[in-house]
């Protein structure tokens, strides 16, 4: 539970917070930014042991959660005053292109579609980046990898001296001039 210990500067944040639902909510969002990395959604099932620990710092039941956010505003005005507190940005723009570049950089180490994945969460923890959807990061570290193995091709093949390349193009029945 180490991810959701909250410090006295959390704390005094969440105070600011009026009612208890709020304050038990803004807690849970911040906790679910730091680990896993990404937003919690509305109806989304918290565990009992988790609710519990980050209640318990806060003085507040898990049934307070039951009314967070019956305003749609308040789960949105909890993420801007998140992101500004903490500093935590989407996956948008320049911050996304930049982790793009990261990850086209990163294909060629990784071992297989699981590290690069690894790779890329922990890389976005690390800029306080919030993850994006799962498919999205299935389909860029997808995209990074194919890249790279492309990459990697064109650099043996930029290595093979001409009679190798001809018989090599000779048994795959091409040309080695195309």
Known sequence: M??????????????ERRRPENRLGFALQLCALRYPGRILHSGELISK?????????????????LSYAARRQTR?????ALRDIYGYKTFSGRGARDLK???????EE??????MALRFIGECRRTQTILPAISTIERLCADA???AERRIEVRIANLLDEDIR????????ISSKS
């Open 2 to 15: 180490k991810h959701y210990t909250l410090d006295d500067d959390d704390l005094s944040h969440i105070r």
């Open 49 to 65: 042991e988790i609710l519990s620990f980050i209640g318990a710092q806060i003085g507040i039941t898990g049934d307070a959660l």
């Open 76 to 80: 949105q005005e909890h993420m801007n």
């Open 101 to 107: 570049d990261w990850l086209d950089k990163q294909a």
């Open 110 to 115: 990784a071992r297989s579609n699981e590290d």
């Open 145 to 147: 990898l194919v890249a």
């Open 166 to 173: 001809e018989r090599l193009a000779g048994q795959a029945g």
